[in-house]
Structures are given as structure tokens and as C-alpha cells.
């Protein structure tokens, strides 16, 4: 269709390496995530001690990461705890430089141990 087109032509043209964490307004196939250049498709990943979901999860599930980065929530705030929303609303609609959320996530995390 017409929009998925669209959509992979959008996505392709955006620089770097992209990975797609599953959320629940993403709808369309594997195939056209792919086509679209997405690498890696999951429903969550773990990346420099910093697990990304969708959904925040719950403090349990973080495990050893140092903080979980996620999104859904749009401008509200995250949970009490290890937790950073990188939803476009709370960050201008730009990306979140990997830097500041690992720096970001040990505040947090040095925050939470006390």
C-alpha cells in the first residue's frame, strides 16, 4: 500500500543503524520492518547495561541493567525507580543521544541503591 511505502521510504531515509523494540502500535510485518531497514525487530533489547522496552517494566524484570529505557507512556512521568521515557513528547521529538541516557541511568541507579 500506499502508506507502507511511505513508511519505508521515511525509515530508509534516516541515518544509522536502526533496531525496532515492538510496541503496540507496531502493526505491520516482519518483512516491511526489515524493507524499511530495520536490523534487529524485539520486543525488547539490552544495550550498554541499559534494557529498552516498550512498556516500562516491571522492577523485577530489569534485572542487572542499570536502568530501563522506554517508551508508551508519552509525556507522563515514568515510574518511581530505574527508569528513563525517551517517548518524543518529553524530548523535543529528537533522538536521545546514548551518552546521556547511560549517564542519566547511573544518577538514577545511584539515586535508587541509597
Known sequence: SNAKQWFVN???????????????????????????GFQKIKGSHRFNDLLFTHYPVHETSIGSAIANIHGHTHQNDSPPGPYINVCVERWDYEPVPIDILLDKAKKLRAKCDT
Open 10 to 36: 521515511k525509515i530508509r531515509a534516516l541515518p544509522g543503524h536502526k533496531r525496532l523494540v515492538l510496541g503496540n502500535h507496531d502493526h505491520l510485518s516482519t518483512d516491511v520492518y526489515r524493507d524499511a
